[in-house]
Nanobody, 123 residues
Framework: QVQLVESGGGLVQPGGSLRLSCAASGFTLDNYAIGWFRQAPGKEREGVSCISSRDSSFDYIASVEGRFTISRDNAKNTVYLQMNSLKPEDTGVYYC????????????????WGQGTQVTVSS
């Protein structure tokens, strides 16, 4: 059974850091792209970052460039999203999702999704 489980969310002050994890089970990540998406209250889900099966990474939101870093550890079957210099506008539920090989920023092209982890940036 394919499963993705996110963890690492929480409440953090502006300027703080969090590292989100997306642990996969039921399949191996080697041939898959993993995308991170977020959804703020009242807003549509948007692509944040993605890493392809060949370790090419993409940022889909200009404001996260230089602050967020996506990485993968195939030995642990896990993808990470390191988030630094967090801002209140980064608040939302963060989801990871997977699709074959290539990254795209459109949620509907991803087949499997995790349940999400809440990130709240507030003083």
């Amino acid at each position: 059974q394919v499963q993705l489980v996110e963890s690492g969310g929480g409440l953090v002050q502006p300027g703080g850091s969090l590292r989100l994890s997306c642990a996969a089970s039921g399949f191996t990540l080697d041939n898959y792209a993993i995308g991170w998406f977020r959804q703020a209250p009242g807003k549509e889900r948007e692509g944040v970052s993605c890493i392809s099966s060949r370790d090419s990474s993409f940022d889909y939101i200009a404001s996260v460039e230089g602050r967020f870093t996506i990485s993968r550890d195939n030995a642990k079957n896990t993808v990470y999203l390191q988030m630094n210099s967090l801002k209140p506008e980064d608040t939302g539920v963060y989801y990871c999702a997977t699709r074959m090989q290539f990254c795209v920023d459109t949620p509907q092209w991803y087949k499997y999704w995790g349940q999400g982890t809440q990130v709240t940036v507030s003083s």
